[in-house]
C-alpha cells in the first residue's frame, strides 16, 4: 500500500469517527491529519522527482557509456596494446616498480608515489594489493658511512 493510500484510509477513518471539532482534542486530530496529508503530498513529490532524476542519470550514464566506446575504441587500432593500463603511470619518475596480483596474476606497474600510498586496487580483479612501504635511504646514508672510516 503506497503512502498516499495509507493517508487516505487514514482520513477515511477520521471522517467515520464524527470527531467532535469544537473540542480541543477532534480540533488537534483534525489539525495532525492536515499536517500528516501535506506531509505525505510532499513525500510523493519528492519520490516523483527523484524518480525523474533517476532517469535522466540513466540515460545520460547510457549515453556517455557509448561516446567512451566511441572515444576509446581502440579495437581498430593496431599501434596499441590493449594490456597497456598504464596511462596513470609517471614514466618520467626515476623508479617503477613490478608487482603481481597474487589473485589474477596481472603484473602492475607502480612509481614511488603509489607505494607510499600503502595500497592500490589491481586494475583486472579488482583486489586490494597493500604496500609495506620502506625508505631504504637511511639505509643507503649508513651503509656510505661506513665505507668511508
Known amino acids: 500500500m503506497k503512502l498516499t493510500e495509507k493517508m487516505s484510509y487514514l482520513q477515511g477513518m477520521l471522517d467515520g469517527l464524527d470527531i467532535d ?14 499536517v500528516m496529508h501535506e506531509m505525505v503530498m510532499c513525500v510523493d513529490d519528492l519520490q516523483t522527482q527523484v ?9 545520460l550514464d547510457s549515453d556517455l557509456g557509448e561516446m567512451e566506446e566511441d572515444f576509446y575504441d ?9 594490456d597497456d593500463d598504464y596511462d596513470d603511470f609517471d614514466f618520467d619518475s626515476d623508479e617503477l616498480y613490478e608487482v603481481c596480483c597474487p589473485n589474477c596474476g596481472e603484473t602492475v606497474i607502480l612509481d614511488e608515489s603509489m607505494i607510499e600510498e600503502g595500497s592500490i586496487d589491481c586494475p583486472e580483479c579488482g583486489l586490494n594489493l597493500e604496500f609495506d612501504y620502506f625508505d631504504d635511504t637511511e639505509v643507503s646514508d649508513l651503509s656510505d658511512d661506513s665505507n668511508e672510516e
Open 74 to 82: 581502440t579495437d581498430d587500432c593496431d599501434c596499441c596494446n590493449e
Open 51 to 59: 524518480d525523474e532524476l533517476t532517469e535522466l542519470c540513466d540515460i
Open 21 to 34: 471539532t469544537s473540542t480541543k482534542e477532534g480540533k488537534l486530530l483534525v489539525q495532525m491529519t492536515e
